[in-house]
């Protein structure tokens, strides 16, 4: 437990491990302490419950060009709507997709992001648009290296 109370692996509150710890491994009893599946699982189960919706985008790089910078980032609005406001997905989404601008600072810069509704379900977990993308990118790094080995992937993100 934390000095918070976030109990376990996934460092669930109380509230948060009644409402979504499941007993993922099928042993017959929920175990977040130690229990990498059930924990694994019970994540899955929270985001599940805030509305993540499989195979669908989480998140795309956006073009912005120097004269168009919107001073609206975290806004959500169409696709279409950003368009015509000068900024695009680098990918092909539908214009009636709704999405966040996202602005990373980096030390070589800035990079425009679109976030879309699973972007959003994974900052209910965490709070900050940088853990959401460092989660995002990993998951596509980890779906890489699986399907480099030849691993079939279980769900989409």
Do not use: C, H
């Not at 795309?60 to 910078?69: D, L």
């Amino acid at each position: 437990a934390s000095y918070a109370g976030a109990l376990g692996i996934p460092q669930f509150m109380p509230s948060s491990y009644r409402k979504n710890a499941v007993d993922f491994n099928g042993d017959g009893k929920i175990d977040l302490m130690d229990g990498a599946e059930d924990a694994i699982g019970s994540v899955a189960n929270y985001l599940r419950q805030y509305g993540w919706k499989p195979g669908e985008q989480v998140a795309m790089r956006a073009m912005i060009g120097e004269e168009n910078r919107p001073n609206d980032v975290g806004a959500a609005r169409s696709l279409a709507a950003w368009r015509g406001l000068g900024v695009a997905p680098e990918g092909e989404v539908g214009d009636g997709t709704y999405a966040y601008l996202l602005d990373f600072t980096l030390p070589d810069g800035k990079e425009f992001w679109f976030g879309f509704n699973n972007f959003a379900v994974i900052t209910t977990y965490n709070n900050s648009s940088y853990y959401a993308m460092s989660v995002y990118q990993l998951a596509v790094e980890l779906r890489k290296s699986a399907n480099g080995y030849g691993l079939s992937r279980r769900a989409p993100l």
